[in-house]
T-cell receptor, first 113, second 118 residues
Framework: AQSVAQPEDQVNVAEGNPLTVKCTYSVSGNPYLFWYVQYPNRGLQFLLKYITGDNLVKGSYGFEAEFNKSQTSFHLKKPSALVSDSALYFCAVRDGGNNDMRFGAGTRLTVKP | SAVISQKPSRDICQRGTSLTIQCQVDSQVTMMFWYRQQPGQSLTLIATANQGSEATYESGFVIDKFPISRPNLTFSTLTVSNMSPEDSSIYLC???????????????FGEGSWLTVV
C-alpha cells in the first residue's frame, strides 16, 4: 500500500525567506501526489498536484513542488514566505488510479514577521 | 473545482446518540469519500461512498458504526452511531472531480463537520 512521510512536525521561517516543507512517498505503481493546506478551524484546501509531465508543479498562492522520482520526494516550496502562509500542510499520495489517498502526518508551518 | 457543503458544521453531541452529517456537491461526481481527522492528527479514510451500491469501508471502520448513504451523484450522508468521546473528530466529505481537461483527477474537501461528544 502507498504511504507518505512528512519528516518535520514543525517548520519555522521568517517572512520573506524561502520555505520548504518536505514529503517523501512510497507507492508500487505511478504516484499521484498532492499538497493540501488546512487553516485553523477550516477544512482542507487543494494547493497543487503532480500526475505526470513537468517535475516542477506550480499551484495556488505562489506555492510550487518538485517531483523527484529517484529520491521519491515531493517537497513543497515557496520563494518568499508570508505570515498568512502559517497553517498545517498535508502531503498525500494515490497509487495511480487507486481510489485510496494516503495522507502524511502534517507539517505545521509558522511564518514569523 | 467542486463546491462541497457539509452540515452541520459543528455540533456537541451526547454520549450514546447518533448524528447524521450531510454532504452536498454542486456538480455530479462519481466518487465521494468520508474522512476522519482526530484532534491533532492526520486524515484517515473511513469509506468510499458509491452511488447505487454499498459503501466500501476501510480497515477499522464498519457499517454499523458509520452507515453511509449515497442516493444520487451529488449527495451523501455519514452517520456516526452510538457516539462516545473517542468519536470527537472532524469528519470531512471529499469528492473526486475533474478540474480541467486532461489534468487528471483531484480530490476536493468540504469544510468539515466538527463533532464533540460529551
Amino acid at each position: 500500500a502507498q504511504s507518505v512521510a512528512q519528516p518535520e512536525d514543525q517548520v519555522n521561517v521568517a517572512e520573506g525567506n524561502p520555505l520548504t516543507v518536505k514529503c517523501t512517498y512510497s507507492v508500487s505503481g505511478n504516484p499521484y501526489l498532492f499538497w493540501y493546506v488546512q487553516y485553523p478551524n477550516r477544512g482542507l484546501q487543494f494547493l497543487l498536484k503532480y500526475i505526470t509531465g513537468d517535475n516542477l508543479v506550480k499551484g495556488s498562492y505562489g506555492f510550487e513542488a518538485e517531483f523527484n522520482k529517484s529520491q521519491t520526494s515531493f517537497h513543497l516550496k515557496k520563494p518568499s514566505a508570508l505570515v498568512s502562509d502559517s497553517a498545517l500542510y498535508f502531503c498525500a499520495v494515490r497509487d495511480g488510479g487507486n481510489n485510496d489517498m494516503r495522507f502524511g502526518a502534517g507539517t505545521r508551518l509558522t511564518v514569523k514577521p | 473545482s467542486a463546491v462541497i457543503s457539509q452540515k452541520p458544521s459543528r455540533d456537541i453531541c451526547q454520549r450514546g446518540t447518533s448524528l447524521t452529517i450531510q454532504c452536498q456537491v454542486d456538480s455530479q461526481v462519481t466518487m465521494m469519500f468520508w474522512y476522519r481527522q482526530q484532534p491533532g492528527q492526520s486524515l484517515t479514510l473511513i469509506a468510499t461512498a458509491n452511488q447505487g451500491s454499498e459503501a466500501t469501508y476501510e480497515s477499522g471502520f464498519v457499517i454499523d458504526k458509520f452507515p453511509i448513504s449515497r442516493p444520487n451523484l451529488t449527495f451523501s450522508t455519514l452517520t456516526v452511531s452510538n457516539m462516545s468521546p473517542e468519536d470527537s473528530s472532524i469528519y470531512l466529505c471529499s469528492v473526486e472531480a475533474y478540474p480541467g481537461q486532461g489534468s487528471g483527477n483531484t480530490i476536493y474537501f468540504g469544510e468539515g463537520s466538527w463533532l464533540t461528544v460529551v
